[in-house]
């Protein structure tokens, strides 16, 4: 007998390579004629954490120490989050001609278009390996439970960017609403500073922030050298199973009649 | 042997919405004017329809514009849902709704075979063995690794044209696009049909010309308004057409 699993998952398998060339596609069109290429996914990220490295050390001075560890690991992360999120909301409007034309599994859509941005985002996040030790990065068994961690946090991510993808054809304000969400999201997430520095009611308001649980699991792993406590883990399982289940069951629900709306 | 396509008591109804509101603004500006507000109507493009296609057979759909024969296409193609009824397939389906989805002007044109080939569910490694075929079809070799923005538009079609029919479909779902290319491609173009037919490939065709329905299909359906007006075997629209 199939396996009910397998069964649900094997539509999708068979359309693994359309995810690829998609995501090739992309990365091909995006750096087309540019001669640094690939090295200006490098660029941005790098160009914002020596930003916030003055801002942070100079201007406001923060007292942590490997303060610029810190920063790296949290604009890094908040980075893929905020591209994933943001690209998200057009990748069904903007492969309407696609969709309209063609079936396949739609959730493939925004699904290629997270792995796009994942993509550039891990040749991002090499800047941090290779810095890892000069900014006093400690290597520990921990550091083994790192992927699991970003398993969840790219989990989490897919949930919204599933949800964004389908609520922005019938709300084409969506879009910019998010772009504007996204840079308050960055200062209301202890990326820039520790959380255990604002005041009691302050701390609770950023707390009900589902990055500040990420956030925390990332630093104890990456920065403290510690495993992140049992509770934030459980906190950022929790957001992370709510936002899937409400991102599939709104894609399942508004996919069906998705082409009459685009 | 089941037949390629069964379709059910299928009817499909789409909500017209006048100033459809996409924005805040519109949604706001909807309280407090009237006529700013989405107005609904339903809409029949399908009635009721119900046909089965064999194994192996070609059939024409004929109608005038907005009978319904390209919605009917999309539900069988799976691209849309039917309101009512259901529709079965047995096999592979290509839908030649638009001759090369997916192409990206960006890319080569090798590229852009492996994007499009992909899209109808091919792994890369069967495209792969594809290829070569699909090339030589479209005897486009010399300009297979410049970008597709160079090609002329007849030369994009006869690519996409290239990769469909060389998928080996065994249910073939065309939209008017049998006019590819010039005269001796469109020649190549009905020769690779005929023979896939031959190798036991069914065929949807839709058209309003009824020359080319009789050139192509054993089988004929005319839509009108969403409703079955008339269907048979070939023959008989030939012997209308007579009268």
Known sequence: MPNPITATLRPYWQYRDLVRNLVIKDLKVRYQGAILGFFWSLGNPLALILLYDFVFTHVFRSNLPNYILYLVIGVLHYNLFAQAVSQSCESLTSASGLVQKIYFPRILVPTSSLLFTLALWVIAILILVVLYPFLGGIYHWGLLLYPLALGLYIAFIWGIVLAFSVLQVELRDLKHMVDIAVMFGFWFTPIGYNINVLKPTTREIISLNPLTQFMDLFHALLYSGTLPALNHVLIACAWTIGTVSVGMVLFRRKARHLVEDL | ?243
């Open chain 2, 1 to 243: 042997m089941s037949p390629a396509i069964i379709v059910e008591h299928v009817s499909k109804e789409f909500i017209l919405r006048h100033n459809r509101a996409m924005g805040l603004k519109t949604r706001f500006l909807g309280i407090f004017h009237k006529n700013k507000r989405e107005k609904r109507e339903h809409f029949l493009a399908l009635d009721d329809v119900s046909f089965t296609v064999e194994q192996g057979e070609a059939l024409g759909l004929l109608g005038h514009n907005g009978s319904g024969k390209s919605t009917l296409l999309q539900i069988i193609a799976g691209i849309l849902q039917p309101s009512k009824g259901r529709v079965i397939t047995n096999g592979r389906v290509a839908p030649l709704i638009q001759l090369g989805v997916g192409f990206n002007s960006e890319l080569t044109g090798y590229e852009n075979i492996f994007l499009n080939a992909s899209l109808y569910g091919f792994l890369n490694k069967d495209i792969r063995k594809r290829v070569k075929d699909i090339i030589e079809f479209s005897e486009l070799e010399h300009f297979i690794d410049t970008p597709l923005k160079n090609y002329s538009s007849g030369m994009q079609m006869r690519l996409g044209f290239a990769v469909a029919v060389n998928l080996q479909p065994d249910i073939l779902l065309a939209d008017e696009i049998l006019a590819v290319g010039d005269q001796a491609f469109q020649d190549k173009c009905l020769d690779k049909i005929a023979e896939m037919r031959g190798n036991g490939m069914s065929l949807i065709l839709v058209s309003h010309a009824k020359s080319q329905v009789k050139q192509f299909c054993n089988a004929y359906l005319s839509l009108d308004k969403g409703h079955i007006i008339k269907k048979g075997p070939i023959e008989t629209l030939v012997a209308e057409q007579e009268l």
